[in-house]
């Protein structure tokens, strides 16, 4: 190696940069640790209070802040692409927790700042010792007289020769310093990019990777818990095989792994949640809980064996699960009315497209068969006249007569139909005047009570109507009454349609007009009630919503 | 006899101009809207105004609430209102005030044009013209004893005197003679328990009021 490779790390900015880095590890490994430190003891001693929702938040935040100081020193000083994801936000403490815990981010930053500690501190502190112990060496020509160093008991450096003997493994070790300064910065580099960057990267993966990274993952761990209960075990063969002590490590570590694995057995099969009838969410808690409660028993049962304290960490559990369990049933329960409300909507959606094609078919229909052919035949009348005006005034002016009534005809047909569509009344005086106006050409006697302090929304208004008047054509037609109830009444967001009659009963609640009418009532989001016994009477009944 | 006409279809505005004046009505104007006629009536002071009930902008009652307010603001004007279709209750509305000079009828009348003519006149002069569908109504809404123990004569006399009609109009329409039909008059008047009154709008008040059981 030339002389300017060997020495070109010290001419590197980069060199220093790395250098400062190493040395933040001392006080931020320390406040990561310290951070790590008080959020596992808290979440852990507080697991079965619900404070444990609140917990995570306050430690995610505190790991971001940390996570962000070193995601910013990590770019700054060793240009990492290092930009950790903005905490995930939700709706309510319980989705915002839920969020924190799950975000893979979280865990990164997590394993980031313990690395940083755990391998950051030692390094920092070796490669500060050997710099320093270096240029100690390098130097020590000029201070020997002053440092009095003594190597052994009757060897001190208290010579220039002595001293000059020291300048090489000054430098050497000054060199390697240097020079090792680029692996570790290709080291934190990359643990930052990996671990501090957002996870952009990782959702891109399809679910088939995903998946076998998940079983990767679950099976080095499974691997790491084998291999250190080995080992544990093996160090208790090998030393005292008094107590057996290597429990307590194992159970420890099973703890982890438990969850680990039942939080990878849910991700891969679904069925397992729905065999719970739980949310994805509600089935790791209970698994969680399980883990926790099979935990401390395995601790009672390791110790003392006496009195049965895990009952106390049971009800802990029991409890925050208990009510998530409430919430999620309580949803469950909602979100069931809701399907059940889309249901309904749907074929009462149907039913009113149903009624307004068959009433424009009728439209089509009436206007067909009466106006158009009335029309037809008052321009016959009218052209015949015109023929015989000059032979036959007399026979002209009969036909003009017909021709005229005719016309008259036509008109009571076309308001006959636009009544049936809408009648006028109805919008200009609302629905007291036109039930009132219906009862009058009602052949039976009507009785009338409408109560309305102010008008309900037209197309109640318009269904209300309909009601009364299919309800009074009934009547006529089949009932045998000799009179007619009609009640309206307004009461707390609905409008309550009542036509009675005194008649012989035995209604088809699936006929034709009033399966139309339900349509009508049902579109609204009302709903329509027959009564009518053989012998009588009759009853329908009609309530539409409107809001006031 | 001066006329405003307030129909916002120009067809049958152009065709009611032209019966009118065919038959010796002055039309001194014809609009469009419920505001333009309260405006030409208070500039032509005419002696009737000929409106339609559905009139623009919200094509519902404008030509019934223009006509109250002709009612109230220019009394000297007869107003008679036609509409595509009645109701008893607007016959009602516009009879409220009690004053003469007020007619509703449906359009179809008007292509019975002597009718037709004679009820604008009638309601010009300070009668009445109320369409026989609203008698119609009110006698299928009026079961009462009394009336049910009328002669079939007698309502077909009740009837016109409803509709606003004299007894020599009466007695022409029934092919009877004056006398007869004042001797109906008086039976029925008596059997519905009703003072004889002097004017003939009085008298269609009168039976109005009886058949909508007032």
Same mark, same amino acid.
């Given at each position: 190696?030339?002389?300017?490779?060997?020495l070109?790390p010290?001419?590197?900015?980069?060199?220093?940069?790395?250098?400062?880095?190493?040395?933040?590890?001392?006080?931020?490994?320390?406040?990561?640790? $310290? $951070?790590?430190?008080?959020?596992?003891?808290?979440? $852990?001693?507080?697991?079965?209070?619900?404070?444990?929702?609140?917990?995570?938040?306050?430690?995610?935040?505190?790991?971001?802040?940390?996570?962000?100081?070193?995601?910013?020193?990590?770019?700054g000083?060793?240009?990492?692409?290092?930009?950790?994801?903005?905490?995930?936000?939700?709706?309510?403490?319980?989705?915002?927790?839920?969020?924190?815990?799950?975000?893979?981010?979280?865990?990164?930053?997590?394993?980031?700042?313990?690395?940083?500690?755990?391998?950051?501190?030692?390094? &920092?502190?070796?490669?500060?010792?050997?710099?320093?112990?270096?240029?100690?060496?390098?130097?020590?020509?000029?201070?020997?007289?002053?440092?009095?160093?003594?190597?052994?008991?009757?060897?001190?450096?208290?010579?220039?020769?002595?001293?000059?003997?020291?300048?090489?493994?000054?430098?050497?070790?000054?060199?390697?310093? &240097?020079?090792?300064?680029?692996?570790?910065?290709?080291?934190?580099?990359?643990?930052?990019?990996?671990?501090?960057?957002?996870?952009?990267?990782?959702?891109?993966?399809s679910?088939?990777?995903?998946?076998?990274?998940?079983?990767?993952?679950?099976?080095?761990?499974?691997?790491?818990?084998?291999?250190?209960?080995?080992?544990?075990i093996?160090?208790?063969?090998?030393t005292?095989?008094?107590?057996?002590?290597?429990?307590?490590?194992?159970?420890?570590?099973?703890?982890?792994?438990a969850i680990?694995?039942?939080?990878v057995?849910? #991700? /891969?099969?679904?069925?397992?949640?729905?065999?719970?009838?739980?949310?994805?969410?509600?089935?790791?808690?209970?698994?969680?809980?399980?883990?926790?409660?099979?935990?401390?028993?395995?601790?009672?049962?390791?110790?003392s064996?006496?009195?049965?304290?895990?009952?106390?960490?049971?009800?802990?559990?029991?409890?925050?699960?208990?009510?998530?369990? $409430?919430?999620?049933?309580?949803?469950?329960?909602?979100?069931?009315?809701?399907?059940?409300?889309?249901?309904?909507?749907?074929?009462?959606?149907?039913g009113?497209?149903?009624?307004?094609?068959? /009433?424009?078919?009728?439209?089509?229909?009436?206007?067909?068969?009466?106006?158009?052919?009335?029309?037809?035949?008052?321009?016959?009348?009218?052209?015949?006249?015109?023929?015989?005006?000059?032979?036959?005034?007399?026979?002209?002016?009969?036909?003009?007569? #017909?021709?005229?009534?005719?016309?008259? #005809?036509?008109?009571?047909?076309?308001?006959?139909?636009a009544?049936?569509i809408?009648?006028?009344?109805?919008?200009?005086?609302?629905?007291?005047?036109?039930?009132?106006?219906?009862?009058?050409?009602?052949?039976?006697?009507?009785?009338?009570?409408?109560?309305?302090?102010?008008?309900?929304?037209?197309?109640?208004?318009?269904?209300?109507?309909?009601?009364?008047?299919?309800?009074?054509?009934?009547?006529?037609?089949?009932?045998?009454?000799?009179?007619?109830?009609?009640?309206?009444?307004r009461?707390?967001?609905?409008?309550?349609?009542?036509?009675?009659?005194?008649?012989?009963?035995?209604?088809?609640?699936?006929?034709?007009?009033?399966?139309?009418?339900?349509?009508?009532? #049902?579109?609204?989001?009302?709903?329509?009630?027959?009564?009518?016994?053989?012998g009588?009477?009759?009853?329908?009944?009609? /309530?539409?919503?409107?809001?006031? | 006899?001066?006329?405003?006409?307030?129909?916002?279809?120009?067809?049958?505005?152009?065709?009611?101009?032209?019966?009118?004046?065919?038959?010796?009505?002055?039309?001194?104007?014809?609009?469009?809207?419920?505001?333009?006629?309260?405006?030409?009536?208070?500039?032509?002071?005419?002696?009737?105004?000929?409106?339609?009930?559905?009139?623009?902008?919200?094509?519902?009652?404008?030509?019934?609430?223009?006509?109250?307010?002709?009612?109230?603001?220019?009394?000297?004007?007869?107003?008679?209102?036609?509409?595509?279709?009645?109701?008893?209750?607007?016959?009602?509305?516009?009879?409220?005030?009690?004053?003469?000079?007020?007619?509703?009828?449906?359009?179809?009348?008007?292509?019975?044009?002597?009718?037709?003519?004679?009820?604008?006149?009638?309601?010009?002069?300070?009668?009445?013209?109320?369409?026989?569908?609203?008698?119609?109504?009110?006698?299928?809404?009026?079961?009462?004893?009394?009336?049910?123990?009328?002669?079939?004569?007698?309502?077909?006399?009740?009837?016109?005197?409803?509709?606003?009609?004299?007894?020599?109009?009466?007695?022409?329409?029934?092919?009877?003679?004056?006398?007869?039909?004042?001797?109906?008059?008086?039976?029925?008047?008596?059997?519905?328990?009703?003072?004889?009154?002097?004017?003939?709008?009085?008298?269609?008040?009168?039976?109005?009021?009886?058949?909508?059981?007032e």
């Amino acid at each position: 190696m030339s002389v300017p490779r060997l020495l070109a790390p010290f001419a590197r900015a980069e060199s220093y940069r790395t250098l400062v880095h190493l040395a933040t590890a001392v006080p931020l490994g320390t406040a990561g640790l $310290v $951070v790590l430190v008080t959020g596992w003891s808290t979440t $852990v001693s507080l697991a079965f209070t619900p404070l444990v929702v609140v917990v995570p938040l306050a430690f995610r935040a505190a790991v971001g802040v940390v996570a962000q100081a070193e995601a910013a020193l990590a770019r700054g000083l060793l240009g990492a692409e290092a930009r950790p994801p903005i905490v995930p936000a939700g709706r309510g403490l319980w989705d915002r927790a839920r969020k924190a815990v799950t975000d893979g981010a979280f865990w990164r930053q997590q394993a980031y700042l313990a690395l940083r500690w755990l391998i950051g501190f030692p390094l &920092a502190v070796g490669e500060l010792s050997l710099i320093g112990g270096s240029l100690g060496a390098l130097a020590l020509p000029v201070y020997y007289p002053w440092s009095d160093l003594q190597i052994a008991s009757d060897w001190h450096v208290d010579t220039l020769p002595r001293a000059l003997a020291f300048v090489p493994a000054g430098a050497l070790g000054l060199l390697a310093a &240097a020079h090792v300064l680029r692996p570790l910065r290709r080291l934190w580099r990359s643990l930052a990019e990996s671990l501090l960057s957002s996870d952009a990267v990782a959702m891109d993966v399809s679910p088939e990777v995903a998946s076998h990274r998940r079983r990767r993952a679950l099976a080095v761990h499974a691997g790491a818990f084998g291999g250190l209960a080995f080992l544990f075990i093996v160090i208790w063969a090998l030393t005292s095989r008094g107590y057996f002590w290597p429990a307590w490590p194992v159970v420890a570590l099973a703890l982890p792994l438990a969850i680990h694995g039942w939080a990878v057995l849910l #991700e /891969e099969r679904p069925a397992v949640s729905r065999t719970l009838r739980a949310t994805p969410t509600l089935a790791v808690h209970e698994g969680v809980s399980a883990a926790l409660f099979l935990f401390f028993v395995a601790v009672w049962a390791l110790g003392s064996r006496g009195y049965f304290w895990p009952v106390w960490p049971l009800l802990g559990l029991a409890i925050p699960l208990g009510i998530h369990a $409430v919430v999620v049933f309580a949803r469950r329960s909602e979100s069931g009315e809701l399907t059940r409300r889309i249901r309904t909507l749907e074929q009462t959606r149907a039913g009113a497209v149903d009624v307004q094609d068959e /009433e424009l078919r009728r439209i089509e229909r009436d206007l067909h068969d009466g106006a158009q052919a009335r029309l037809v035949a008052l321009g016959m009348s009218i052209g015949l006249a015109e023929q015989k005006l000059r032979t036959d005034p007399h026979g002209a002016q009969e036909l003009l007569a #017909e021709a005229r009534k005719g016309a008259h #005809e036509a008109l009571e047909e076309l308001r006959d139909l636009a009544r049936g569509i809408h009648p006028p009344v109805l919008t200009d005086r609302g629905l007291g005047a036109a039930i009132a106006t219906l009862a009058d050409r009602s052949v039976l006697p009507v009785t009338v009570d409408v109560e309305l302090t102010e008008r309900p929304p037209a197309v109640v208004e318009t269904a209300a109507y309909f009601v009364v008047a299919e309800a009074l054509a009934n009547a006529a037609k089949h009932s045998l009454a000799t009179s007619v109830t009609v009640r309206i009444r307004r009461s707390a967001g609905t409008l309550g349609v009542e036509v009675a009659d005194d008649g012989r009963g035995g209604a088809d609640a699936g006929g034709h007009g009033l399966t139309g009418l339900r349509q009508r009532v #049902e579109a609204l989001d009302g709903t329509l009630s027959i009564s009518s016994p053989e012998g009588g009477p009759t009853t329908l009944m009609a /309530e539409l919503p409107c809001a006031s | 006899m001066r006329v405003v006409i307030a129909e916002d279809l120009a067809l049958l505005r152009d065709g009611l101009m032209r019966l009118l004046r065919d038959n010796g009505f002055d039309v001194v104007d014809a609009v469009g809207d419920g505001d333009a006629l309260v405006h030409a009536v208070a500039r032509e002071h005419p002696d009737i105004a000929i409106v339609d009930i559905r009139l623009p902008p919200t094509f519902r009652d404008e030509g019934l609430r223009a006509a109250l307010e002709l009612r109230a603001r220019a009394p000297e004007t007869a107003v008679l209102v036609v509409s595509q279709y009645v109701e008893h209750s607007y016959a009602t509305e516009l009879l409220a005030d009690g004053r003469g000079g007020v007619g509703y009828l449906l359009k179809d009348r008007i292509m019975n044009v002597d009718d037709f003519v004679d009820a604008v006149r009638r309601v010009g002069s300070g009668g009445t013209a109320i369409d026989p569908d609203v008698v119609a109504q009110l006698f299928s809404r009026r079961r009462s004893e009394p009336v049910d123990r009328l002669t079939v004569r007698e309502r077909e006399v009740l009837a016109l005197m409803a509709e606003g009609r004299s007894n020599a109009a009466i007695a022409e329409r029934l092919v009877l003679t004056v006398g007869a039909v004042e001797k109906h008059v008086a039976n029925i008047l008596a059997k519905l328990r009703l003072a004889p009154s002097q004017s003939d709008h009085r008298r269609v008040l009168a039976v109005l009021a009886y058949l909508q059981g007032e």
